[in-house]
């Protein structure tokens, strides 16, 4: 168990770093990284909680999981609606 909690932790943070370092390149904003890092953040935690062992625990861990998933479709879809009606106003 420990194990796992350290390797959940050791990619979580490796692929913020990697996101914050991405997205540096493009802008001095931080606010649409920390949008999918707190994703990542949701999902470690509900990941972690389903290897808890607990019904309830993993109950939670499997809703923490699928919502965090389901946010970035919906955050992925949004931005392409947004993208074609501000191409499609000019």
Do not use: C, H
Not at 36 to 57: D, H, N, P
Request: zero cysteines.
């Amino acid at each position: 168990m420990i194990n796992q909690v350290g390797i959940i932790g050791i990619v979580f943070g490796l692929y913020s770093l990697l996101i914050i370092l991405f997205f540096r390149k493009f802008s001095k904003d931080l606010r649409f990284p920390l949008i999918l890092i707190t994703s990542f953040a949701v999902y470690s935690i509900g990941f972690l909680m389903r290897l808890m062992g607990t019904k309830e625990q993993v109950d939670l861990g499997f809703f923490l999981t699928d919502f965090s998933a389901l946010f970035l479709t919906a955050l992925f879809t949004a931005s392409l609606l947004l993208g074609q009606i501000k191409y499609w106003k000019k």
